[in-house]
């Protein structure tokens, strides 16, 4: 099956040399910006590769919405096989992205959009084939979890370790969407969509880790917790929950023991139980690895990753609750439902009783409004 690239930056170098050893696999031409053609193997327009009969199969890893949705449209329309790598697109457009690969009888997946390197999409999708899945979730985001490990190894400020990311290569220069949990949202939306036929775009929840300090990830330490970013999806009557937050996690949680840029998914199943699947969120190679996976299922047959009856729904996050601790100024607190206040000079520190998602992240944003710096996480029990 010959292989064309959509994107020559770090995910798109990777399959490119990867697919020169794959079984069954061939590297086709790799669609670059005009000004970078500097090979023959290089090509600077879509036609070259859809008008192209001899590439079986596309990998797009452009990122972004436009032009790579119009770009998988067309390639899906030439009946070529499509595998991405971009959480955002399939986010935005995996249901319309599908129906077009089905009406044209040819694949589209998505393993490296959520989890990068660690095999979650796929295992989930086979899951969803024999067995009941429950609920989704994990730490999917290594950037943050970097951050938030080496917040509490070394007790370093939030500013600090963000450099450090960015200097390692974890961090992008804007690193919005990984630090206010966005793209862990988007991942656990196309979770959802595999593993309850529900992609969630609305009354969605996502809360980071800006706000969090090293007095605070002392004082967890103190608590016996470990912070991690944690997002959860489950099935509610005919929506799902989903939402993402700084979540304290005790000794005994696997994701206690997810240490550097790791990640970690896990899906309960009915029968199976827990499943947990560690390992490398990102970076050229994991995440050119699923890629590859993906183009090995291709091959052996498997065409969708999004079922075909998956719809969009506004999420419900009113039934999911638990205490969350919450550090905003002393004049604030009494705005929370309290069980347990510590003072600190201006702070407060409040444990607070268990209250839903909703009712917590809602709490947050009119905090935030009146002027109150806040940081929360939920507690889990
Ligand atoms: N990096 C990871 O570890 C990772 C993990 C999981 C998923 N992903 C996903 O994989 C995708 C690619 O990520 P990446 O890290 O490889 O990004 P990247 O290093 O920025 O690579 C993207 C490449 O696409 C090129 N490109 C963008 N628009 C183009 C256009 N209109 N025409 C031609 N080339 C264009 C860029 O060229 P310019 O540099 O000239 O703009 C760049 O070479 C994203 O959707 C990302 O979310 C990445």
Not at 152 to 159: H, L, T
Not at 189 to 202: I, Q, R, S
Not at 274 to 289: C, M, W
Request: hydrophobic share 45%.
């Amino acid at each position: 099956m010959k292989v064309a690239v959509l994107g020559f930056g770090t995910v798109g170098q990777g399959v490119y040399e990867m697919l020169h050893h794959a079984k069954g696999l061939e590297a086709g031409p790799v669609l670059v910006r005009p000004g970078k053609k500097d090979a023959d193997f290089k090509v600077t327009t879509i036609e070259a590769i859809t008008g192209d009969p001899s590439v079986d199969a596309v990998v797009e890893v452009l990122g972004g919405i436009e032009p790579a949705c119009s770009w998988v449209s067309a390639a899906l329309k030439a009946k070529k096989h499509v595998v991405t790598a971009n959480k955002a697109l399939v986010a935005a457009h995996g249901p319309e992205l599908a129906a077009l690969a089905r009406e044209n009888g040819v694949a589209l997946l998505f393993s490296a959009a959520c989890g990068g390197g660690v095999p979650f999409l796929h295992n989930l999708a086979l899951a969803c084939q024999s067995d009941e899945v429950l609920s989704v979730g994990g730490i999917l985001n290594g950037t943050t979890n970097y951050m938030l490990d080496a917040m509490q190894s070394r007790g370093a400020d939030y500013a600090d370790v963000l450099k450090d990311a960015q200097a390692l290569g974890y961090a992008e220069a804007d690193p919005t969407a990984d630090v206010s949990g966005l793209d862990a949202l988007r991942k656990i939306m196309l979770a959802c969509a595999v593993a309850f036929e529900k992609l969630p775009c609305e009354g969605l929840y996502h809360e980071g880790i800006v706000d969090l300090a090293a007095e605070d990830v002392r004082d967890f330490q103190s608590m016996g917790y470990t912070c991690r970013l944690v997002a959860k999806g489950g099935p509610v009557d005919d929506t799902v929950f989903a939402f993402v937050e700084p979540t304290l996690v005790p000794a005994s949680a696997a994701e206690c023991a997810v240490k550097d840029n790791y990640n970690l998914a896990r899906y309960e199943a009915k029968c199976a139980g827990d499943i947990v699947l560690i390992g490398q969120g990102a970076g050229r190679f994991p995440t050119a690895s699923a890629v590859l996976r993906d183009l090995s299922d291709v091959l052996s047959g498997q065409r969708m990753m999004m079922p075909q009856g998956c719809v969009r729904v506004t999420a419900d996050c009113t039934g999911c609750g638990h205490p969350y601790y919450v550090r905003l100024p002393k004049a604030f607190a009494a705005q929370l439902p309290c069980d347990e206040v510590k003072e600190d000079g201006d702070i407060a520190r409040v444990i607070t009783k268990s209250i839903t998602v909703k009712e917590m992240h809602d709490l947050a944003a009119q905090l935030r409004q009146q002027g109150a710096q806040v940081f929360f996480a939920g507690i889990e029990e």
